[in-house]
């Protein structure tokens, strides 16, 4: 019996640690895909715990040719924003309102870092993650971290776990942008202004 207890608590952690694919039809990818014309930016997004003030999860916004989110092993989703092994895209204003929205609430709150970067530096990050595949639980910071270090520009962020480390490094960046964002704060009405009728 112990036996079986042991092998059983195996195969559950295994399955914890596995990656989770998923591979949007291309046809969907390319009627969804969305990008604003404006600047090329590499946004780095962070889920913090208020109470314990201790990081929750890592993503980033890549405004590019197109504007896609990387969500690493996240859980959010919508039937509008097709997803090809954690990065998302047809990320409208709207949809990145939803995003954000997503993630804060009573005790969590949201600190965005945006830094601007040519447009053949956001498709070669948007590309990298591509390549990147899907991320296994517990990876969120450690692959975005990974990636995006290999870029000139991003090299002094380093391999980290941690989503505050990685967000401390960012922080250090030249021309970083910083918002948070808490529930009492938020509003996605102001998105749904901007264009809902996107979705």
Not at 61 to 74: E, M, N, Y
Not at 105 to 115: G, L, S, T
Not at 160 to 172: G, I, L, Q, Y
Request: charged share 20%.
């Amino acid at each position: 019996m112990r036996r079986l207890c042991l092998s059983l608590c195996a195969i559950f952690l295994l399955s914890a640690c596995l990656a989770e694919p998923e591979w949007a039809p291309e046809a969907d990818v390319q009627r969804l895909a969305y990008a604003d014309g404006g600047e090329a930016s590499v946004t780095l997004i962070t889920v913090i715990q208020t109470e314990k003030n201790e990081g929750g999860h890592t993503a980033l916004l890549i405004d590019g040719s197109q504007r896609v989110i990387w969500d690493p092993a996240g859980t959010w989703w919508h039937p509008q924003s097709p997803e090809r092994n954690d990065l998302h895209y047809g990320i409208t204003p709207w949809m990145e309102a939803y995003y954000r929205d997503y993630h804060v609430r009573d005790n969590f709150h949201v600190v965005e870092q945006k830094v601007s970067v040519s447009q053949a530096t956001a498709d070669a990050i948007i590309a990298a993650y591509q390549a990147n595949g899907a991320v296994a639980k517990a990876n969120c910071t450690r692959s975005s971290s990974a990636v995006i270090n290999d870029f000139a520009q991003f090299s002094s962020v380093r391999t980290t776990w941690f989503p505050k480390t990685m967000m401390k490094d960012f922080a250090e960046l030249p021309g970083v942008i910083t918002t948070t964002y808490f529930e009492d704060t938020l509003d996605l009405s102001d998105a749904e202004v901007i264009g809902r009728e996107d979705l």
